[in-house]
């Protein structure tokens, strides 16, 4: 068939179409031929005579030389194509094709014609380059010299965007204010690793992160088209955005995710009024932002209702835009799945490739980030560009479509509970396609799909691989591309098909499906602890057989764990959770709130359920608190008041003994396994409003099951007395120096935890559940109108045997000090000095030589007055007066008002004078 003129451009231009406009630099150059016969000699032949094996251009541009080895090739061009009468034609045209390598690097490649100079591109070390002769020079100038190689190139230089300067030019965006936070610790060991395969090396590192058991999760999709879609696909749009699905389905289908994920369309709605949908603007965020409003209204309530849906996706033409450029192909938010508000993503529609980038947004809803994350490099190292998260969306590895670490972040996701909406099956579903997308839709029509109506098939294409389409750019028409393979099921030939990028033969796509069955458990690993109850964990792999094509993945436990090195840690007086704070003293997280010697300590109060696992420390002495890790260590107690620990994260059941899935249990009294039998309770009431701080109860060691209430004045918030606690050492712990904290508090003593509410209820409480290790005081601060204060307390002690009952178990204890009975000078302080039983009640078999004194001399020197000089008189002659400076000053020579000295009579501070008669 003729061509017009223009068409030759198809076979010596390049455009390398990524739905981006990239800036390029721009420098000129004179190739150079190279002999192969005389390395270093110039010839200067026509294009006719240069049928070689090889031939060798040399550039030098951008302050770097380049070596062309180049070798004919017109296998590009179709058998029987013509050309238009002024180009080129016939066995002339065939031999202006060659291509090669650049530099002998055996990743570059280069494709150039050479029948009007050097025409076409190469890409070499990350760098894509366009050398075509300038329009500028005198083409007759050229011509005396004998070759047009002579004339001078202009060079164009476009970097890859996975290799510019750290900044993506992405077929994919989140929303600015996306927040990515995911933990991959555990994977560090895995950093060395080359993931070209799931292997079994791979599997069994990636078993460690998980948490016990594999289920199938099924997401219910409402897929909405607008009308933009409507007008361009017409009565196949249903056809064609349920054909995309069925790609992607696949996709999630395939093992390298390591989890069970079924897509299912639920529902499918056509937006042909827009005022009935989402305002989609080339705004891609806002887009989105709206989308997710509109589709929130429609959803059902509950996700037990049939026609409820997980996500929903909107499909549209609309040229969506980033924050700066235009590049944007999809935008989801990252981690929302099960959020009715944002669980969504938007697609802007270029042709069957935009299953891969559905099947992307919906990975940024799964919580997976770009491959390129700094969380992922930092565990497993630089990743490959060609799996499904990649920020550029250029070559899929269709053998393993998924990277290690999406794989592992998706089922960190799952396992933490942030998918457990996916758990239903969906009671009703759309049917998707079942057939390969290229028995449905021809080569002619991928085309159009991705670069509009009018685009062809170029004619020079190997089978299979890229699917390169005609268009037009600045008038002249062009072959272009997206950098994917033509889609699986179009023909390739008499009984060929093509199939992951192949041309192969149709019965061999005919791929049957095989489901996953688990592989044999492994042998346990390391103790996560070497005392005090540690765990060990064995995993199994779904690899007996791996699942394929479209198989089933495996369903039940692939994590089994057991307790380990159950012996008591040596006695350090602080919990393994104080430990994990305590490692990171100093840290100061880079804020002005916190000094270089911050001290960190576990925080409790305020925590939620889902949260008991993660590292939580506040800096003591003030309100701040970060999650310092995202998991404490396997083996650690889900809090100080349970005998549940933590593994991988969750908070599992674990007995009194220390072992994992144990049924026993503290009784009242702290007795692990015991009955209550041995136990007695301790209670009582204090009513005497005394100012000052008031012995209440003292909890003795082994007290458990306490409970401290002081009720407010006619329950007032606020009836100025305030519980207070301090150690055997009479340190106060808990509100002393007349100073009280008016919110909510832990209180660690030696491993053991009370909880305190803190002043600003009605009702304040100090309650702890498991034995104390170290003996306390319980009194109470009565001060301002001085309310009669209600403290009733109530605690658990094990019973006294025969044995025991033969021991002086009394002790002093003591109240607070009173006021001292002069405010300056030498005065008494008193305090309440009792013998007491160890359930707080008075006895008389205390050590008198142990009783601790009840007074003791208070009061510091008082102020005195002190004077200066006198003055001059104010008159030379006659009656003047004089000064002299008066002060009320401390020991110390500071001063104070005059007020303080007050109780003694104050110095004459002016004073008449006489002097001789004027």
């Not at 003055?871 to 002299?884: A, D, E, L, Q, T």
Request: aromatic content about 8%.
């Amino acid at each position: 068939m003729a061509m017009p003129s223009s068409s030759f451009v198809l076979f010596t231009q390049f455009l390398l179409y990524l739905k981006v406009t990239h800036c390029m630099e721009v420098d000129f150059c004179r190739p150079v031929r190279l002999s192969q016969k005389k390395p270093g000699v110039y010839l200067h032949r026509r294009a006719e005579q240069m049928n070689e094996d090889e031939i060798v251009f040399r550039l030098r541009a951008f302050r770097e030389d380049f070596y062309l080895h180049l070798s004919p090739d017109s296998s590009f061009i179709a058998a029987g194509s013509v050309s238009a009468p002024d180009t080129f034609a016939g066995s002339e045209f065939r031999e202006c094709f060659y291509s090669g390598y650049v530099n002998a690097d055996p990743d570059s490649f280069a494709a150039l014609s050479l029948c009007k100079g050097l025409q076409g591109g190469f890409f070499y070390n990350g760098v894509e380059y366009f050398i075509s002769q300038t329009e500028t020079e005198d083409a007759g100038a050229a011509s005396v010299r004998g070759n047009s190689f002579d004339r001078t190139h202009i060079i164009r230089r476009r970097r890859r965007p996975a290799h510019s300067a750290g900044n993506f030019t992405s077929r994919c965006e989140v929303p600015p204010d996306t927040n990515f936070t995911v933990s991959l610790e555990r994977y560090k060991y895995m950093r060395e690793l080359e993931t070209d395969g799931l292997t079994e090396t791979v599997l069994n590192s990636l078993g460690r992160s998980k948490r016990f058991a594999a289920v199938p999760r099924f997401v219910e999709v409402l897929v909405v088209a607008d009308e933009s879609m409507a007008k361009f696909h017409g009565d196949g749009l249903k056809h064609y955005v349920l054909t995309l699905m069925s790609v992607a389905a696949r996709l999630y289908k395939h093992p390298s995710i390591l989890n069970s994920i079924n897509i299912v369309v639920v529902g499918f709605m056509v937006i042909n009024d827009d005022d009935k949908g989402p305002k989609v603007s080339s705004n891609a965020a806002l887009t989105l932002r709206n989308f997710c409003s509109w589709q929130k209204k429609l959803n059902k309530h509950s996700d037990k209702h049939p026609e409820y849906w997980d996500t929903a996706i909107l499909f549209t033409k609309q040229d969506l835009c980033g924050a700066t450029t235009c590049d944007t192909l999809g935008m989801a938010d990252v981690g929302t799945m099960c959020d009715p508000k944002r669980s969504c993503s938007v697609i802007e529609d270029d042709g069957l490739p935009s299953a891969f980038t559905t099947a992307h947004e919906l990975g940024h809803v799964f919580n997976m980030p770009h491959d390129n994350v700094k969380a992922c490099e930092e565990v497993f190292g630089k990743l490959k560009d060609n799996h499904m998260m990649s920020p550029t969306l250029i070559q899929i590895d269709r053998s393993r479509p998924w990277s290690v670490c999406s794989a592992a972040i998706v089922t960190e996701f799952l396992d933490r509970g942030h998918g457990d909406c996916l758990l239903d099956q969906p009671q009703k579903q759309l049917t998707l396609p079942d057939n390969l997308p290229g028995s449905s839709y021809s080569l002619h029509r991928q085309c159009e799909l991705a670069f509009g109506p009018g685009s062809k098939p170029c004619p020079y294409m190997q089978p299979c691989s890229k699917l390169w389409c005609t268009g037009k750019a600045r008038g002249q028409l062009v072959c272009q591309t997206r950098h994917f393979p033509w889609a699986d099921g179009t023909s390739c030939g008499n009984g060929k098909v093509c199939y992951q990028g192949a041309c192969s033969v149709k019965n061999s796509t005919e791929h049957i499906k095989v489901d996953g069955r688990w592989g044999k458990w492994g042998s346990f690993g390391d103790c996560s602890r070497s005392c005090g109850g540690g765990v060990q964990l064995a995993r199994r792999q779904c690899n007996n057989p791996v699942p394929e094509n479209g198989g089933k993945y495996c369903y039940g436990l692939r994590v089994k764990y057991r307790s380990c090195n159950l012996s008591p840690c040596p006695d350090t007086d602080k919990s393994f959770r104080e430990e994990q704070c305590e490692a990171f003293n100093g840290l100061n997280l880079n804020t002005n709130r916190l000094g270089s010697s911050v001290v960190w300590v576990p925080k409790y109060s305020g925590i939620s359920p889902k949260d008991k696992c993660k590292l939580i420390c506040r800096a003591n002495g003030t309100g701040y608190f970060y999650v310092l890790a995202p998991k404490v260590v396997d083996g650690t107690p889900c809090s100080p008041d349970t005998t549940s620990v933590c593994v991988q994260g969750k908070c599992i059941k674990a007995g009194c003994d220390g072992k994992l899935d144990s049924n026993r249990k503290f009784d009242k009294c702290g007795v692990c396994g015991g009955d209550n039998q041995g136990c007695k309770k301790v209670s009582g009431l204090f009513t005497k409003p005394v100012h000052g701080y008031n012995f209440v109860v003292m909890l003795p060691v082994g007290a458990s099951n306490i409970d401290i209430r002081q009720r407010g004045y006619r329950g007032m918030v606020s009836d100025e007395n305030y519980l207070a606690v301090k150690n055997r050492h009479g340190k106060y712990l808990l509100n002393g120096n007349y100073v009280v904290s008016a919110v909510e508090r832990d209180l660690l003593v030696k491993g053991s935890l009370l909880r305190y509410s803190g002043t600003s209820t009605s009702v304040e409480i100090l309650q702890a559940t498991r034995p104390l290790v170290e003996p306390l005081t319980v009194e109470v601060l009565s001060v301002g109108k001085m309310t009669p204060p209600r403290v009733r307390y109530s605690f658990y002690i094990a019973k006294e045997s025969k044995e025991e009952k033969t021991l002086p178990v009394s002790h002093w204890v003591t109240g607070g000090w009173d006021s001292c009975t002069v405010t300056c000078g030498s005065g008494l302080q008193k305090r309440l000095v009792q013998c007491q039983s160890v359930d707080g009640r008075p006895a008389v078999d205390c050590d008198g030589a142990d009783r601790p004194v009840s007074v003791r001399a208070c009061g510091d020197p008082c102020p005195v007055w002190d004077v200066g000089t006198w003055s001059h008189c104010s008159k030379s002659c006659g009656r003047g007066f004089k000064r002299r400076l008066v002060r009320c000053i401390t020991e110390n020579g500071l001063n104070l008002p005059r007020e303080h000295c007050s109780g003694k009579r104050k110095p004459q501070e002016l004073d008449l004078c006489n002097l001789r008669q004027c």
